[in-house]
C-alpha cells in the first residue's frame, strides 16, 4: 500500500465501498492530515515517482504494481520507497492448512475414502 491523495471521484469497482469504509475507519485513526493509502494498480508510479520528488508523498511501500515488471527505474533508487513481492498468503497459518489439507488428502487418497478437496478436471 502506499499513501497518496484521495480522489473523491474515483471508482474502482466491486471493492470500492469497503475501502472506503476502510479508509474512514483509517482517517478516523488519527492518520496524519493529507495522507491516504491506495491499492496497486489505482497508483499510477510515473506520478508517484514525482510526488516523492517534490515531498508530496513521503514514502511508499509496494506490493502490487501497474505495470509489473515495467516499473519506473527511480523507485529502484528511492531510499523512501520499498518493493515487496505480492505475498499475502505466505503467512504461517496459510502453510499450517495447506499442510493439513495435503496431509488429509492423502491419508483419504490411501484409505480409499473421499478426497477432502478432489481436483475438477473440467
Do not use: C
Not at 478516523?28 to 508523498?57: A, C, H, T, W, Y
Not at 533508487?77 to 502453510?95: G, K, Q, R
Amino acid at each position: 500500500m502506499v499513501a497518496v491523495e484521495w480522489k473523491e471521484d474515483w471508482d474502482h469497482g466491486a471493492w470500492e465501498n469497503w475501502f472506503r469504509s476502510y479508509i474512514r475507519h483509517w482517517e478516523k485513526s488519527g492518520r496524519k492530515p493529507g495522507g491516504n493509502i491506495g491499492r496497486g494498480g489505482l497508483i499510477d508510479e510515473k506520478e508517484l515517482v514525482k510526488f516523492l520528488v517534490q515531498g508530496r508523498v513521503g514514502g511508499a511501500d509496494l506490493d502490487v504494481y501497474e505495470d509489473k515488471p515495467h516499473l519506473p527505474p527511480e523507485l529502484f533508487t528511492m531510499d523512501n520507497v520499498v518493493l515487496a513481492p505480492h505475498a499475502a498468503v505466505y503467512t504461517p497459518e496459510s502453510f499450517e492448512a495447506l499442510q493439513e489439507l495435503v496431509i488429509g488428502n492423502l491419508k483419504a487418497f490411501f484409505s480409499d475414502q473421499p478426497l477432502i478437496s478432489p481436483a475438477q478436471l473440467e
